[in-house]
């Protein structure tokens, strides 16, 4: 019997894997391929370069096949990786290291599950970046109408676990000329238009919103020229300290702004995954019990975690909302609260306080 039929049988036994092992599995095999010493460049084109450029190149191999033949350097090594990788996906049972095999115990017959799976936040946010491409509704308001949200909101009190839940509806101006209604935790009140040479950031006019770049790294450094002093002509020129105000304005804008004109949201989830100290966190569940993965920020400045935390679907990579921590210190008694805040609907109205 030939291996491919082998492999076909195999197939119809081994359930087949989501999008989010295919990827941890790709992690693997670039790890594999990174730790062998004769896989790198040839020496005629990498003398001289160190670890990370090659890296690097091996990164760009799997994203364009272009370097394919120069990483995977002699057969031998091609076969073993393939196999190796092959019977990672599949069955969890074989672990690449150095193109050597290394057998350990096989899980349980049945689908791998994802929250058990290493990946990269870089790798969660350009899937979520996908999924919002495929299912954004395309939206183009008139000046004269507003911008209608309905957000859930549940506080939990860490230490006695008590629970409150809130519907905040926000009404805002699309050309922000008109004053809007704005609500945080259940209290609302009236929002007035800014005034001409005013901004914020993130923008509230839809023309604003608009006219910023719907590629990752063209909003990084428009991000950065709104809240940074200096304007770098690459996301290569920005300085370390400049990055934890980068994300910061990166997950305020996703947050902030819960809707956005075509492509940038998805450009927004991608630009956060260039940010330096950005993780991907596996096995975490929202509010409603739903399985998924937490993008947060260290930042290393501080040496402190940032309490904003961008939470995904295992595997389909949608967005299920936004979590944060509100400390209170009313009455000399200080509370700290987890508080997550999921997007229930959205529309495009034509008067502040109507209802789709």
Same mark, same amino acid.
């Given at each position: ?42 020496? /005629? ?6 670890? #990370? ?59 791998? /599950? ?37 957000? %859930?909101?549940?506080?939990?009190? /860490?230490? $006695? #676990? ?37 901004? %914020? ?12 770049? $719907? ?18 002509? /690459? ?45 991907? $966190?596996?096995?975490? $569940? ?8 937490? %993008? ?61």
């Amino acid at each position: 019997m030939d291996d491919m039929t082998l492999l076909r049988q195999m197939r119809t036994e081994i359930p087949r894997p989501d999008s989010l092992g295919l990827a941890a599995g790709r992690e693997r095999m670039l790890a594999g391929i990174g730790r062998h010493p004769d896989n790198g460049p040839a020496r /005629s084109r990498g003398a001289g370069r160190g670890a #990370g450029a090659r890296k690097r190149d091996a990164c760009a191999a799997v994203s364009t096949g272009a370097l394919r033949p120069r990483l995977f350097g002699r057969p031998v090594v091609r076969a073993a990786l393939a196999t190796a990788v092959a019977a990672a996906v599949a069955g969890g049972a074989v672990v690449v290291v150095g193109a050597i095999r290394e057998d350990r115990p096989a899980a349980a017959p049945g689908p791998i /599950s994802p929250r058990l799976r290493p990946v990269s936040a870089a790798t969660v946010l350009e899937a979520a970046a996908a999924t919002e491409r495929r299912h954004e509704k395309r939206l183009a308001p008139r000046d004269d109408q507003f911008i209608y949200t309905k957000e %859930i909101v549940r506080e939990t009190e /860490s230490t $006695t #676990g008590r629970t409150r839940t809130f519907v905040d509806e926000n009404w805002r101006s699309v050309d922000g000329s008109k004053r809007g209604w704005t609500m945080e935790v259940g209290k609302g009140w009236w929002s007035q238009p800014l005034k001409p040479n005013e901004s %914020i950031w993130p923008p509230t006019r839809w023309q604003e919103l608009t006219k910023l770049p $719907t590629d990752p790294a063209g909003l990084v450094l428009a991000v950065h020229k709104q809240l940074v002093h200096g304007r770098p002509t /690459s996301v290569s020129g920005i300085k370390a300290q400049d990055w934890p105000m980068i994300e910061f304005g990166i997950v305020g804008l996703l947050h902030r702004t819960p809707v956005m004109p075509p492509g940038l949201r998805a450009a927004a989830f991608e630009a956060l995954g260039m940010v330096p100290g950005v993780t991907a $966190t596996p096995g975490v $569940t929202d509010t409603e019990g739903r399985a998924g993965v937490a %993008i947060a920020y260290q930042d290393p400045f501080h040496n402190l975690p940032t309490n904003d935390v961008l939470l995904f679907a295992d595997g389909t990579y949608d967005f299920l909302g936004y979590a944060d921590t509100r400390i209170s210190d009313s009455g000399g008694k200080k509370k700290t609260y987890k508080r997550t805040f999921t997007l229930e609907s959205y529309a495009v109205v034509d008067k502040v306080k109507q209802r789709p």
